[in-house]
């Protein structure tokens, strides 16, 4: 039985060892929670004047930051960040650092036929690009080259998997191995696990949090300016430039860069087009060299099933096992706060899966749970865009792929800034926009209804019905 199959016949209510493996978890981010996290630097107080406004501390904006320095040594940059660097998505994601713009080369292949080869390639290009900026910055965020290997738990998504293996290889796409029961069980041993197909070279693990703070170190030392526990509230056009409203002063800037994600942005036009999602992930205690043995896992991969309510799992460079995803929980009206970040009956759901997945670790406690907000859009990667005249780019729905993404949409949003025609924007990806979502009530509706329609896909061996063919025919689709 797969997880997603098990969890329905489960009741709702924990097993002992689910349950008593989360008695004494913390309700915070893993990755925060280390003795490396850097201080928090001050507020902005009274008024700045910059050529570049980065609004946003998290992988988008510091990559922008950074990449504008290196692009220009002279050029005047400043970020303000709303709380603290890594203090969102950036420092709460599983560490998936994939080369794909798109989503995976599936969802790049039905919107971008004729760009595929070449999206497929700028996205390997800027992972290797990524990986040289860690050495040159000496960034240490236990940047590992695993891959990725997506698990079919069920019989009807082998059938997918060798599929997708024959349709990437026909594409050119390359570096996809298919692996049978067995040879998936050699990698990584579950008994729920049926095949594989593994992505050997285009995804690395990480260290979320570490590598923000990296970068973050990286620009101080490229003379960014940084102010943290600084929101942006307000953006106007201001004479060339534009200015941009602090709780206790102002930023004057040429150009501004906007990498709020799933936070409401300063541009009002833009935030139809993306659905704040809440993801949550559970983190275990290090494994013993006896558990690890018991599972296999000695090189790492990545890994995530295929049903449409999904889990995403990976190894920690300490021996503990990330298990994350399945639930999507979006809020009426796309609130992003606080105390969204915790939800006690999908932590319940996770920990029963994950003893579902691996029975050899029963007894394995939980030491971390939380939750944070995606900024999911219809078409499932990013989207980008100028606004006031050219003065202020964006770039925004990365929708839980933006580890590695995020640093190619730093180098669009510097492109546009410069009026640029380039490699990238030249791309179809970038110059169209996906669908908005609809207003409230039919947003909350409409997800509703594609929620339950997943669940009955996973349930009846991945059929779609006709609401999710419509969805996929008009390009609208919903996910994390």
């Known amino acids: 039985m797969a997880p997603s199959a098990m969890l329905h016949s489960s009741g709702g209510t924990p097993r002992p060892p689910a349950a008593k493996a989360l008695s004494d978890a913390a309700l915070r981010p893993y990755w925060l929670d280390d003795p490396s996290r850097p201080e928090a630097l001050p507020a902005l107080v009274g008024d700045e004047h910059c050529d570049l406004l980065v609004v946003g501390g998290g992988y988008s904006g510091l990559w922008t930051a950074l990449l504008a320095k290196e692009r220009a040594p002279g050029r005047d940059v400043v970020l303000i960040e709303a709380q603290e660097t890594a203090w969102a998505a950036s420092g709460r994601n599983g560490g998936f650092c994939s080369a794909s713009l798109t989503h995976g080369w599936a969802n790049g292949a039905a919107r971008w036929p004729d760009e595929l080869v070449k ?127 602090t709780p206790y002063g102002r930023v004057f800037a040429r150009h501004a860069a906007l990498a709020t994600n799933a936070f409401p942005g300063l541009v009002k036009r833009l935030r139809p087009y993306i659905a704040p999602v809440y993801d949550y992930a559970l983190m275990t205690e290090p494994l013993t060299a006896e558990q690890l043995a018991s599972i296999g896992w000695k090189r790492r991969q990545g890994l995530s099933d295929s049903a449409n309510h999904f889990h995403y799992f990976r190894i920690t460079a300490d021996h503990r096992i990330l298990w994350g995803g399945y639930d999507i929980v979006y809020r009426y009206g796309g609130g992003v706060r606080a105390e969204y970040d915790h939800h006690p009956a999908t932590y319940q759901r996770l920990a029963e899966n994950f003893f579902h997945c691996f029975p050899q670790l029963e007894g394995v406690r939980f030491t971390h749970t939380w939750g944070g907000a995606i900024d999911t859009c219809s078409r499932f990667s990013a989207f980008f865009g100028a606004a006031h005249g050219g003065r202020v780019a964006y770039a925004l729905g990365y929708t839980g792929l933006g580890v590695g993404a995020t640093r190619f949409g730093a180098e669009v949003m510097l492109d546009l800034l410069a009026g640029e025609r380039t490699e990238r924007t030249g791309l179809e990806m970038v110059r169209s926009k996906p669908l908005p979502f609809p207003p409230e009530p039919v947003r909350s509706m409409g997800i509703g209804i594609t929620q339950w329609a997943m669940t009955r896909a996973d349930r009846n061996g991945g059929r779609r019905n006709l609401w999710l063919k419509a969805m996929d025919k008009v390009g609208l689709g919903f996910d994390s």
């Open 119 to 245: 999206l497929e390639q700028l996205g390997h290009h800027n992972l290797d690009a990524l990986e040289a900026d860690l050495v040159r910055h000496g960034i240490d965020c236990d940047f590992e080259r695993t891959g990725e290997i997506d698990i079919a738990t069920a019989p009807h998504q082998v059938l997918e998997l060798q599929e997708a293996a024959e349709e990437a290889a026909s594409l050119g796409v390359t570096g996809h191995e298919f692996l049978d029961r067995d040879a998936l069980r050699a990698e990584v041993d579950s008994p729920t696990f049926l095949g594989g197909l593994w992505n050997r070279t285009g995804v690395a693990m990480l260290h979320p949090a570490r590598l923000a703070w990296g970068l973050k170190r990286a620009c101080l030392r490229a003379g960014v300016r940084i102010y943290e526990h600084t929101p942006g509230t307000r953006l106007s056009s201001r004479g060339a430039g534009v200015a941009v409203g």
